[in-house]
């Protein structure tokens, strides 16, 4: 009578190897969809697709404060909304900038959240306080179409001040020569930021050109005053310049704008109480206008 033989037994370890060789290759596969999807431009950013860089916020910014490059950082991000033409490739392009809302750390920085006017963030929604670097404040000066470059300083410009008088306005005690009086003039402040206008004109547009602040229209004319930032000190040169002398602005290219004011520290006026009065001899020392 025949008996069936007994079916083979497996070889000790075979489906082990089996499971080892199956896990190498279904990490290979992972590996290589990874890196392809890379090569094709898949991107490691939400929605898929190519990456872009943008300007993002390295911290907490408040609403109605000027962005520093200190605010910013650049990310690398994907999704169809970087196909719109409403985000900052560079951090200069956002600086000097006004947050119109407060931004949380890590957003996307985009035109619609920022503004070139302070006047245009919502009073109701903003607190009441003036975007003044540490150490600065706010200090108003006459201008007119001769002395302020024709109305063509606005919002977020640099200016150059320079003030001209004659010599013995400088030389304490000294006598005026014969003859025509000689006239002195000085640059005596560069990079002088303009942070208001007034009378506020309306047709002012925020970052990203959407609206217009107010609703009656443009305003004629050129503006009477401008409202600047600068240390105490220097305002209480500033009040000398304009008591005793005549005072014209140059408007500086935007290639030089700065982008970060210096600290008041740096500039040797810490605190509003640093400042200890001008006169003749205080002026002099400083600027050395007698040995033109």
Partial sequence: MAVASA???PRPGGGRLFIIVGLILALAAGAGVYFLGGALG?????????????????????????????????ASVSGSFTSVNNTYSQKTDAVGLIAEIQITKGSVITADMLAKDVGLVPAGAAPAYLPLA?????YTIPTGEQQGVAGNITL??????????????????????SGPPKIVSKTVFTN??????????????????????????????VVSSLTVELTQCDAEYFTWFLNNTTVKYTLESFHDYLTTLPSASE???PAVQSATGVSQKEVEARYHFTAL
Avoid at 43 to 58: D, E, F, N
Avoid at 134 to 138: H, L, N
Avoid at 156 to 177: E, L, R
């Fill in 134 to 138: 540490t150490g600065y404040v706010a």
């Fill in 267 to 269: 500039l040797g006026c």
């Fill in 192 to 221: 002088v930021r303009v942070i208001g206008l007034g009378p506020r004109t309306v047709n002012v547009q925020p970052a990203g050109g959407a609206t217009t602040a107010g609703t009656g229209g443009p305003v004629g004319g």
């Fill in 7 to 9: 079916p083979a037994r």
């Fill in 156 to 177: 977020g410009d640099y200016i150059t001040v320079i003030s001209s008088a004659s010599i013995t306005v400088f030389n304490v005690g000294a006598t005026q020569p």
């Fill in 42 to 74: 898949g991107g490691g950013g939400l929605g898929g697709g190519a990456t872009t860089k943008v300007v993002i916020a390295k911290q907490s910014i408040p609403s109605r404060h000027a962005l520093t490059a200190d605010d910013l950082d650049i």
